[in-house]
């Protein structure tokens, strides 16, 4: 039972980190090679397919850690 609950959180925390990226505005712009690297840093937007599979692969995790030590 621990494993099962503990990917359900990871992919409802997940979840709810893809709500606030959701609301962002995209960016298509592509780095001008004058940008200081700070700028660029805070610039930066996650893709949001990696936003999605992050949480999948959380939980999938937990799973697999859960049962392995089961055995």
Do not use: C, F, H, Y
């Amino acid at each position: 039972l621990g494993p099962q609950v503990l990917a359900g959180l990871v992919i409802i925390i997940g979840l709810m980190s893809i709500i606030p990226a959701m609301s962002m505005e995209p960016t298509v712009a592509t780095r001008a090679g004058d940008m200081p690297m700070m700028e660029a840093i805070a610039q930066a937007r996650t893709p949001m397919w990696l936003m999605i599979l992050n949480p999948i692969i959380g939980a999938i995790g937990a799973l697999i850690g859960g049962n392995a030590l089961k055995r």
